[in-house]
């Protein structure tokens, strides 16, 4: 056994209308320690599964962006579920 530690992934949800979605993944991409998320319509399904990776900038996010603004204009609920990368 090496000893370095494996860092531990805590889940969150968060429950949005659509007119808060695209904001919500803004603001969870800039944050830094978010490794995926998850976007679910209203019955559970899932919508979009963004791995974010620390490289993720500009030219690759614009795309992304651009996938949420349609989810957000066909559903009026969901859930977006975020994992993240817990340090030490």
Known sequence: MCGTKLPRTTREEFSLSSDDLAEKVKQLIREGN??????KGERGETLVDIPVTV?????????VLAAVGVIAALVTRCTVVVE???KG
């Open 34 to 39: 978010v490794r995926r998320i998850v976007v």
């Open 55 to 63: 490289g993720l900038v500009g030219i690759v996010l614009a795309p």
């Open 84 to 86: 993240r990368e817990e």
